[in-house]
């Protein structure tokens, strides 16, 4: 381009232009000053260059020169401030992610099916069977079959619920191909534990066993901190020609130490009618890692499960030989394990369902 | 049991204190319920007993214990004739058989001038084996400090010197005793014999008791004094007074105490020991205890030998214990020395045999009955942390988990994908809360229930569900949404396993994007049909009667024909009995899981394969009477279509302007295709067509 100076049109153009371009803070005023000097019909460039024809030939090509250079010039600074306001504006359908999202509603499993599914699978993984049974029992198998014949001073440690008058229990291990033949018939009381599914099993099939029962079982206990009338546990059961309490040992600490993490877990001595020899189980007290606390009564221990090797009158109660088969047994109170799990210390918050309690369990 | 420390120390040497017995014993099988200090030297244990080892509720029992966990020697208390290692000893030698003076002729004392003696007979030596008696003469009056001291850190309040004697006896041996007013016996006999139906019985505790023909008692002349093993009588009990009494140590039948303790509803100390089984070797020891007591205290003196009834004498047992058993049940050998020094410090007497051991039990392990009872002695003081840890070797191929566990993770899985929390409630409920649930007569009444919201056993999950609903809604919980898997029981159907649910509030949950609308019957019938999908089920609806839900928004599900359940709002009164607010409705569905179990039993699924054709929609309103059902609607539609009718669905409904009174105006969407071409615009048009005529000719319908 010559190195002479703008034609007096093209220099008021372009101080117009400077002069205009600070007001065009918007999109709309943007395209106003876009239209107001580029506009097809009356942009003041399109006029300068229809001009351009009526200029004399020998300045025709110079000031044709000069409006191209302008608008070009236009053009840039044009596009550049759209920049500038694309960037510090919100495109279209912008929305401000600050706000509150759409919840998508989702629900939760209960706490105690929670740690009932937990320990299910750890069971399973060790080879375990899992399966359920009728919560109404009758006598035989809730307590004659496992040592407790009628009068038994035992029977007072689960004070029983009985029927006015008997039903029809419900029916358990269909999946095995056929319904056992030692379904429930007349049911007479709601069981005490689930080990009455023991007795059904091991009348059923033959040693070896290894199976895991969870459910809810019923004793006459009121409601307090720590006991309800109903409750969840799981009995477990291990039978084979040489089931020992060593074998009992390993296993309760492989499940604790998997359910609780790193716990140190102590067999104590105890009784349990269809076990002999019988022991609690404790593990570290969650509350003070086996420092002593209220919790653990200055313990440091916790029981968590009692346990013991099959009582010989119960393998003989079933028709399995004593001699031939030991067998382990031990029963999870679900309850318990969720609350020390979970640091709940009143088990009726299990029971009442308060949405507050049950949402702030992990999903 | 509560127990001083120094009492305990009187038959064993033990050093520890008493926080670390309690550790020590609590490892042997005696949970220490807690420590009293007493003093600075001494303190008080209480151990928990187990209702196996009634030997142990006694000072001597826990001292033997006591004395094996720490290999100590009991020690003999002067004055105390008592056994400490063999298994059976013959009685002391001043306690005189009374069998020789069997009938009437009582033993005499050579002292006393001709003074009136007792009788004593058991009618029934199956339910009373063993019946000491000791006449002494007495001054009543307040026992020394020490014995008073002892009773109270036990929990036994101070009577007077000879009923404290008796309970000193009972803690310290484990014997319950009786003393009675000599003067108060008619006849100066007693007899232990059933009582005689609709007979009374003033007992000590004031209470008057009628008792029963199976129930033993001790009777004088004339009428029961004591209801044996369990209380004595008021009207013969020990008074300030009294000059001459008659101690009683026995030994009764278990069951039978148990049964009258139990119907009487009468929980004692004697009762306790005697139901789980006394020792009777002790009953002999236990007298001469008691009477060397009287004398040591200042009491009185005895009258006479004791005069001791033992019609059906107790044999210690015997009982083969193999080494190779011993390490078969616990895992691991246990040495010999070890075997033999646990069960000779718990007063067993093992002898060498052919494996193992011929082991003689005490008469006061009612407990040790079999071999393995004997493993467990040794285990327990063997300590089981010394046994290893091993895992129980897999034989044979693992089951299967039972389905029903699997469907329930499933069913889970769906209905808190549903926005649904699982709750827990109760398997029984109130009576009145059952009622609308169940037919008339239906319900399962609980014989011996805690109280009446727990009476009946629950007909439905329903009503724990809805209170748990009726529970978040008086806690601000404007949306709740409860499912709950478990059984619930009718007298004609027993024990059934069921699904339900309970929701209430919006649709969806609040957002500022706009209002949600409440919820309503489709939402629920959506979760119906998820559950039906669960099993692999189509979910067929038909409205229902079921009067606690809504008239007009109930329904019965089926699938493949079956009852599987009903859905619906629940009614106003039911919604009123659980204190629910009137318009809120509620909405509850319950669909039987057996059932559903039993419908899709042997399913398998198969993909299909992917359609290789378009499909083809066409719209279709239609103006119809408002009391035809849509189900109705579609079947003529589908029995009027080609099979290349894959889908048929509403998707308007509108009633109001522009539109006729009574009817409704339906628009459906049918989806066409065909797996083997693409579908012409004149095939549909020609099935579109004889819809639309199918529908005028059996609805009346008139096409928009």
Redesign the interface.
């Known amino acids: 381009m010559p190195a002479h100076t703008d034609h007096p049109a093209i220099k008021a153009l372009r101080d117009l232009f400077e002069q205009q371009r600070p007001s065009a803070t918007t999109e709309q005023a943007l395209k106003g000053l876009r239209d107001a000097f580029l506009g097809r019909k009356s942009g003041h460039i399109t006029e300068q260059l229809k001009r351009i024809a009526t200029f004399p030939p020998e300045e025709r090509r110079d000031f044709g020169a000069q409006v191209n250079a302008l608008k070009a010039q236009i053009e840039a600074a044009l596009d550049g401030l759209h920049d500038t306001l694309q960037a510090g504006q919100k495109p279209a359908g912008a929305v401000d992610v600050t706000?509150?999202s759409?919840?998508i509603?989702?629900?939760?499993?209960?706490p105690?099916?929670r740690v009932r599914?937990q320990v299910?699978d750890i069971f399973?993984r060790m080879?375990?069977?899992?399966?359920?049974g009728?919560?109404?029992e009758d006598d035989f198998h809730n307590f004659e079959a496992l040592n407790m014949p009628p009068?038994h001073?035992?029977r007072?440690?689960q004070d029983t619920?009985?029927?006015?008058?008997p039903?029809?229990?419900?029916?358990?291990?269909?999946?095995?191909g056929r319904l056992p033949k030692a379904q429930?018939r007349a049911?007479t009381l709601?069981r005490t534990h689930t080990s009455a599914m023991q007795i059904r099993y091991m009348k059923t099939f033959p040693p070896?066993i290894?199976i895991i029962v969870?459910g809810?079982v019923?004793r006459?206990?009121?409601l307090d901190l720590s006991h309800?009338?109903?409750f969840?546990q799981f009995e477990g059961l291990?039978v084979?020609?040489?089931?020992?309490?060593?074998?009992l040992?390993?296993?309760f600490?492989?499940m604790l130490r998997e359910l609780f993490g790193d716990v140190k877990v102590?067999?104590?001595?105890?009784?349990f009618?269809y076990t002999?020899?019988?022991?609690?189980v404790d593990i570290t007290c969650q509350a003070c890692a086996g420092a002593g606390c209220g919790t653990c009564k200055h313990?440091g221990w916790l029981e968590i499960l009692g346990s013991g090797?099959v009582?010989?009158?119960v393998f003989e109660a079933v028709g399995y030989d004593?001699e031939q088969v030991?067998g382990f047994a031990f029963g999870l109170g679900i309850e318990r394990v969720a609350m020390l799990k979970y640091g709940v210390d009143d088990i009726r918050l299990?029971?009442?369902?308060?949405?507050?309690f049950?949402?702030q369990f992990p999903l | 049991m509560k127990i001083q420390l120094s009492w305990l120390r009187e038959f064993v040497d033990v050093g520890d204190p008493a926080e670390k017995i309690a550790r020590t014993m609590s490892l042997r099988g005696f949970a220490v319920e807690g420590v009293e200090p007493l003093g600075t030297a001494d303190a008080v244990l209480d151990f928990e007993v187990t209702a196996n080892r009634p030997d142990c509720m006694s000072v001597v029992g826990m001292a033997r214990e006591i004395a094996t966990a720490y290999g100590l020697k009991m020690r003999v208390p002067p004055g105390l004739p008592l056994e400490t290692s063999r298994a059976s000893r013959q009685d002391p030698a001043h306690v005189r058989r009374g069998v020789r003076g069997a009938g009437s002729t009582a033993s005499r004392d050579h002292r006393a001038v001709d003074p009136p003696t007792i009788t004593i007979a058991i009618d029934d030596p199956g339910l009373c084996s063993r019946y000491v008696g000791l006449m002494a003469d007495v001054t009543v009056g307040p026992s020394p400090s020490w014995m008073q001291a002892r009773l109270q850190a036990a929990g036994i309040r101070p009577i007077s010197n000879i009923v404290d004697v008796t309970n000193y006896v009972l803690l310290e041996l484990g014997q319950p005793m009786h003393a009675f007013d000599f003067a108060r016996l008619a006849g100066a006999q007693i007899r232990v014999r059933p009582a005689r139906a609709g007979e009374a019985i003033r007992t000590l505790d004031g209470q008057t008791r009628t008792l029963s023909s199976d129930m033993l008692v001790i009777a004088d002349g004339e009428r029961p004094v004591a209801v044996a093993g369990v209380m004595g009588g008021a009207d013969s009990e020990v008074s300030e007074t009294t000059p001459t009494i008659v101690l009683e140590s026995a030994y009764f039948d278990p069951l039978s105490v148990r049964r009258t303790s139990r119907k009487l509803g009468l929980k004692t100390e004697a009762s306790m020991r005697f139901e789980r089984g006394a020792d009777p070797s002790m009953a002999a020891l236990a007298m001469a205890r008691a009477a060397a007591l009287l004398e040591q205290i200042g009491a009185g003196r005895t009258r006479g030998a004791a005069i001791d009834r033992y019609p059906k004498r107790h044999k210690p047992g015997t009982l083969r214990l193999r080494r190779e058993r011993i390490a078969g049940l616990l895992g691991a050998a246990v040495p010999d020395k070890d075997v033999r020094r646990i069960l000779e410090r718990l007063g067993f007497t093992p002898q060498p045999a052919a494996g193992g051991w011929r082991v003689a039990v005490p008469t006061r392990r009612v407990d040790v009955t079999r071999e393995v009872d004997l493993i467990e002695e040794v285990a327990r003081h063997y300590g089981f942390d010394r046994l290893p840890v091993t895992f129980p070797a897999l034989t044979a191929a693992p089951a299967p988990p039972d389905p029903r566990i699997t469907r329930a993770r499933q069913l889970r899985q769906a209905l808190t994908a549903a926005g649904f929390f699982e709750a827990v409630t109760f398997g029984f409920v109130a009576e009145a809360a059952a009622a609308p649930f169940a037919a008339a007569g239906q319900t399962v009444p609980i014989a011996n229930p805690l109280s009446e919201s727990f009476a009946v056993l629950r007909p439905s999950l329903l009503p724990g569900l809805v209170d748990a609903v009726a529970h978040n809604r008086r806690r601000q919980r404007a949306d709740v949404r409860l499912f709950e898997i478990g059984a619930r029981f009718t007298v004609s159907a027993g024990e059934r396993r069921a699904v339900a649910c309970a929701c209430t509030g919006a649709a969806a949950p609040e957002h500022w994007s706009g209002a949600s609308r409440p919820m309503d019957f489709f939402d629920l019938k959506g979760v119906v049909e998820r559950v039906g999908e669960a099993f692999g089920l189509d979910i067929h609806t038909a409205p229902c009667d079921h009067a606690w839900l809504a008239d007009g928004r109930r329904a019965a599900a089926t699938a493949d024909g079956a009852p599987v359940g009903v859905f619906g709002e629940l009614a106003g009164s039911v919604a009123d009995a659980h204190g629910l607010a009137r318009g809120e409705p509620v909405y509850v569905a319950e669909l039987d899981l057996d059932e559903l179990e039993r419908l899709s039993a042997g399913r398998a699924f198969r993909v299909e394969p992917l359609p290789r054709y378009p499909s083809v929609a066409r719209d279709i309103s239609i103006l119809i009477a408002d009391t035809l059902p849509a189900k109705e609607v579609r079947r003529t539609i589908r029995e009027a279509a080609p099979p290349t009718l894959v889908r048929v669905a509403e998707f308007d409904r509108y009633q109001g302007k522009g539109i006729p009174a009574d009817s409704v105006s339906l628009s459906l969407r049918l989806t066409f295709r065909s797996s083997d071409r693409t579908l012409t615009d004149a095939e549909v048009q020609t099935a579109m067509d004889a819809v639309m005529a199918a529908l005028r000719d059996r609805h009346g319908a008139i096409q928009r």
């Open positions: 706000l509150a759409r919840e509603p989702i629900g939760r499993i209960h105690l099916m599914q299910e399973a080879g375990y069977e899992i399966l359920e009728p919560e109404v009068d001073p035992a007072d440690m619920l009985y029927l006015a008058a039903i029809v229990g419900g029916t358990w291990g269909a999946h095995r429930v049911a709601l070896p290894r969870p809810r019923y006459r206990d009121n309800t009338p109903m969840q291990v084979g020609p040489h089931v020992t309490l060593a074998d040992k390993g296993t600490e492989a102590r067999l104590r001595p105890s009784f009618p002999e020899p019988s022991a609690e313990s090797m009582h010989p009158a004593p030991t299990f029971y009442e369902n308060d949405l507050r049950l949402e």
